[in-house]
């Protein structure tokens, strides 16, 4: 687009199409590079991963002694149950 933007204003600014454009490409680009950092603010130097992983260590401890837990014997009880 910013290729031929100058074609497009040259008629009616002139003189003035390469300042026009400049300042139109730097606008453009300036919002392009705020979208791109706003999409990863932290630029990859927070790990979640490490974090969640720790939460949920602090958490449910030792899944031994947590309520929380899955059992994998769920099948049996219902076909027991069956």
Known sequence: WL???PFCMV???GLLTGPATAA???ILFGVYQIGY???DPFKKSLRLSILCDAIRHD???NESES??????D???EYSEIR
């Open 3 to 5: 290729l031929t933007l």
């Open 37 to 39: 950092s706003i999409e």
């Open 74 to 76: 769920e099948e049996d």
């Open 67 to 72: 309520a929380f837990y899955i059992e994998e």
């Open 11 to 13: 008629k009616d600014l």
């Open 24 to 26: 139109m490409s730097w």
């Open 59 to 61: 958490v449910i401890g």
